[in-house]
């Protein structure tokens, strides 16, 4: 048993000494092409004023000068319009007991949950309402809720 291991150490020697001189002559390799090879202006590339990648610089009368305060790194803010934020749906859940029911959005399908206490008009299932939602622990609230008129 123990000529065997001896065996295939000796073996995983003569393949890390291999690795060690493949290694030590791609290293070579590289030093006697780089001067072959291209030069460091060749591997350059530009993109030109259409975003296209070239192997051209750019052309220096065409330079712009911009200055640094037009620069808008954020994005707009979004400004509300009132009437979006008003939504309408109908009442597809009411616990009239437990003070809570959920809301189908008419426009998205989405069920919104709501409490008695966002309740401004009495309702009860099947009621067309009209609600704002406001972001709760557990997702999406509607608070204001109103019977459409």
Do not use: C, W
Request: hydrophobic share 30%; net charge positive; glycine share 6%.
């Amino acid at each position: 048993m123990s000529s065997s291991e001896s065996f295939s150490k000796k073996e995983k020697e003569k393949k890390k000494l291999k690795k060690k001189q493949d290694k030590e002559q791609k290293k070579e390799d590289r030093k006697n092409n780089t001067d072959k090879g291209k030069s460091l202006e060749e591997m350059f590339a530009y993109v030109d004023e259409f975003g296209n990648i070239t192997s051209t610089p750019p052309d220096p009368t065409k330079k712009q000068k911009i200055n640094v305060e037009d620069i808008a790194i954020s994005t707009a803010k979004y400004e509300a319009n009132p009437e979006d934020l008003i939504k309408s749906g109908i009442v597809n859940f009411y616990n009239t007991d437990k003070g809570f029911g959920f809301i189908r959005d008419l426009k998205t399908q989405d069920k919104i949950f709501f409490h008695v206490n966002g309740l401004i008009d009495a309702v009860k299932e099947n009621d067309k309402v009209t609600f704002e939602t406001e972001k709760g622990l557990k997702g999406l609230n509607a608070v204001n809720v109103k019977l459409q008129k």
